[in-house]
């Protein structure tokens, strides 16, 4: 699903999409368990590939939050496409800065493929923690090429549960990895 620049990724805190490995998530939700009571949200969701494989789940609720409206509508048409292979079947797609995102309070799972760092990082992470304080519970974080993990454990309200690293999938001398956080 390639690489791509859009003009909303035009900022210092920002990543350009890329897509995300394709073992990342199932390894991930491997680890944590879906139940049909879990909300699922991707920050970040590019073209849709992560919440297309988050909807083959038996998820409640599966959303992908994107700033660009133009790889918002390309996740969108992906999804649609593929609708039939869905187990969930409460699938959207948000246009919206994760840094504004108002985070609902029924998320479980979060994911992220750093698409954002620095300050927007430290404000979507204070839109969890807020949706956290509003209804209790338990949220997962899967944080895939964690470069700002630091930010997350910075806050006081998660702990680092597991890291997943595959070398045989990309053998080269710093793979990439996943670190999975649970709030406190």
Same mark, same amino acid.
């Not at 992220?112 to 992470?125: M, R």
């Given at each position: 699903m390639g690489i791509s620049n859009e003009p909303e990724h035009d900022h210092p805190d920002r990543t350009w999409y890329v897509s995300s490995p394709w073992y990342a998530l199932p390894r991930a939700l491997h680890y944590v368990g879906v139940s049909d009571s879990d909300t699922f949200i991707e920050f970040g969701c590019g073209k849709g590939v992560v919440v297309h494989q988050a909807s083959k789940r038996p998820f409640r609720r599966v959303i992908g939050v994107e700033i660009s409206p133009v790889l918002a509508e390309i996740a969108r048409t992906n999804l649609a496409a593929r609708r039939h292979q869905h187990k969930c079947r409460n699938v959207e797609i948000v246009v919206a800065d994760v840094a504004e995102y108002s985070?609902?309070?029924?998320?479980? $799972? &979060?994911?992220?493929?750093?698409?954002?760092?620095?300050?927007?990082? %430290?404000?979507?992470?204070? &839109? $969890? $923690?807020?949706? $956290? %304080? @509003? @209804?209790? @519970? @338990?949220v997962r974080l899967i944080y895939v090429y964690p470069l700002q993990s630091s930010r997350v454990l910075a806050t006081g309200r998660f702990r680092l549960v597991k890291e997943q690293v595959n070398k045989l999938l990309e053998p080269s001398f710093n793979p990439p990895r996943t670190e999975i956080f649970e709030s406190l």
């Open positions: 985070v609902p309070d029924d998320l479980t $799972i &979060g994911y992220l493929f750093h698409p954002v760092a620095n300050e927007t990082l %430290d404000a979507l992470l204070q &839109g $969890i $923690i807020d949706s $956290i %304080d @509003r @209804r209790p @519970r @338990r």
